[in-house]
C-alpha cells in the first residue's frame, strides 16, 4: 500500500512537467502520509524541501521561493495561499486515479535527494543540497558505527525539516 500510494504521487508529480529535478516543498506533521509523499517526490526524480508546518509563514515562504520550488505538497491545502507555486493536497482525488506501478525513472548517486535550510541564527536561512550518495554514506557509516541490524529499529527525535 504504501508504495502504490508513493507510485500516484510520483506519476501525478511527473506528468505535471516540472523542471527535471525540481525541487518539491513536503510540509505535513509527523505521519504516514508525510512518508508517502516523501517517496513519491524521490520516486519521480524530484528532490524534496522538508519544511515544518509549525514554522513561520515568514520562514516558509523564503525557503520555498528561495528554492524555487514549483509546488508544495501538503496533507490539507485549507488556510494555505501561496501565490507562486502550486499547492498539492496528498489526499486530493485526482492522485488517487494515478496508476500504482513503478516509474522505473533512473536515479544516479549524484542527483539532489533533498535541499535544508540551516536555521538562520546569523542571518537569513540558506539551503544546503544534499545528494543520493550523501545521504547512502550516512547510512552506511551509521549502520557500522552502531552496529545496526535489519530487525533494529530508531526513534526519531526531531522534525523531518532537522538534518542529521
Known amino acids: ?3 502504490n500510494r508513493a507510485n500516484q504521487v ?3 508529480l511527473h506528468l505535471q512537467g516540472f523542471e527535471e529535478g525540481a525541487i518539491i516543498g513536503l510540509m505535513m506533521d509527523r505521519s504516514i502520509d508525510l512518508i508517502v509523499g516523501l517517496l513519491g517526490i524521490l520516486k519521480s526524480g524530484h528532490a524534496y524541501l522538508p519544511i515544518d508546518p509549525d514554522q513561520p509563514e515568514q520562514r516558509t515562504v523564503h525557503m520555498l521561493s528561495d528554492s524555487k520550488s514549483p509546488a508544495l505538497l501538503v496533507k490539507d491545502v485549507e ?3 501561496f501565490d507562486f507555486l502550486e499547492v498539492i493536497d496528498i489526499n486530493n ?6 496508476g500504482k506501478s513503478n516509474l ?3 536515479l544516479v548517486s549524484t542527483n539532489l535527494a533533498y535541499i535544508i535550510y540551516t536555521s538562520g541564527s546569523t542571518g537569513q536561512p540558506k539551503g544546503v543540497m544534499v545528494n543520493h550518495r550523501s545521504v547512502i554514506n550516512l547510512i552506511y557509516s551509521q549502520q557500522e558505527l ?7 529499529r530508531i526513534l ?6 532537522f538534518d542529521a
Request: charged content about 35%; hydrophobic content about 30%.
Open 1 to 3: 500500500d504504501l508504495n
Open 10 to 12: 510520483s506519476r501525478y
Open 93 to 98: 482525488e485526482k492522485l488517487d486515479k494515478r
Open 79 to 81: 488556510g494555505i495561499d
Open 146 to 152: 552502531f552496529g545496526l541490524e535489519d530487525s533494529d
Open 104 to 106: 522505473n525513472l533512473p
Open 156 to 161: 526519531q527525535f526531531s522534525t523531518i525539516a
